[in-house]
T-cell receptor, first 111, second 111 residues
Framework: DVKVTQSSRYLVKRTGEKVFLECVQD?????MFWYRQDPGLGLRLIYF???????EKGDIPEGYSVSREKKERFSLILESASTNQTSMYLC??????????FGEGSRLTVL | DQQVKQNSPSLSVQEGRISILNCDYT??????FLWYKKYPAEGPTFLIS?????DKNEDGRFTVFLNKSAKHLSLHIVPSQPGDSAVYFC??????????FGTGTSLTVIP
């Protein structure tokens, strides 16, 4: 079974703090993605990566950056958290032309 | 602009009856369509997919129909069970790269 593990299920941060969300997958998938889910807006793509050290902007990259130093790990970074970044963050991976496998999500609250 | 739309935010169905969830898309280049199920505080789990070369795909109680001329996708669940109560997202992709998600439909199956 594919396993996508997100480091923190729940985080509470203060405005202006730097936030790291880590994601690790164990199936040697090439592709990794970060989404955020908000009520009424569905899942929106923040960033994705097709290979180590490669990254592509999704639909809503502003205020975020990513890092992929190893194939199995894809990190999402909020340089200076703001209250409008309070959301559920979902990491996913895929191999070639296949479905996305999601982690359990990280619920971030920015106060 | 939303390329994948789920116009019904919620749906209630009696146990044992059929649930029909609908999805519309605007981009005729989409060639791979998926349905995901999501429980609160968990990541989405893959349900069923369909390629644009097909118009129907079945997996147990779940059937996905694709009408390319209408740019319409639907998921049928029969018979519906209380455990099917969740939020359902449809997604579309071009060659399995970027995935575009709808806003979700919350299904409640009433015992």
């Amino acid at each position: 079974d594919v396993k996508v593990t997100q480091s923190s299920r729940y985080l509470v941060k203060r405005t202006g703090e730097k936030v790291f969300l880590e994601c690790v997958q164990d199936m040697d998938h090439e592709n990794m993605f970060w989404y955020r889910q908000d009520p009424g807006l569905g899942l929106r793509l923040i960033y994705f990566s097709y290979d180590v050290k490669m990254k592509e902007k999704g639909d809503i990259p502003e205020g975020y950056s990513v890092s992929r130093e190893k194939k199995e790990r894809f990190s999402l970074i909020l340089e200076s958290a703001s209250t409008n970044q309070t959301s559920m963050y979902l990491c996913a991976s895929s191999f070639g032309y296949s479905e996305l496998f999601f982690g359990e999500g990280s619920r971030l609250t920015v106060l | 602009d939303q390329q994948v739309k789920q116009n019904s935010p919620s749906l209630s169905v009696q146990e044992g009856r059929i649930s029909i969830l609908n999805c519309d898309y605007t981009n005729s280049m989409f060639d791979y369509f998926l349905w995901y199920k999501k429980y609160p505080a968990e990541g989405p789990t893959f349900l069923i997919s369909i390629s644009s070369i097909k118009d129907k795909n079945e997996d147990g109680r779940f059937t996905v129909f694709l009408n390319k001329s209408a740019k319409h996708l639907s998921l049928h669940i029969v018979p519906s069970q209380p455990g099917d109560s969740a939020v359902y997202f449809c997604a579309a992709s071009i060659t399995g790269n970027q995935f575009y998600f709808g806003t979700g439909t919350s299904l409640t199956v009433i015992p």
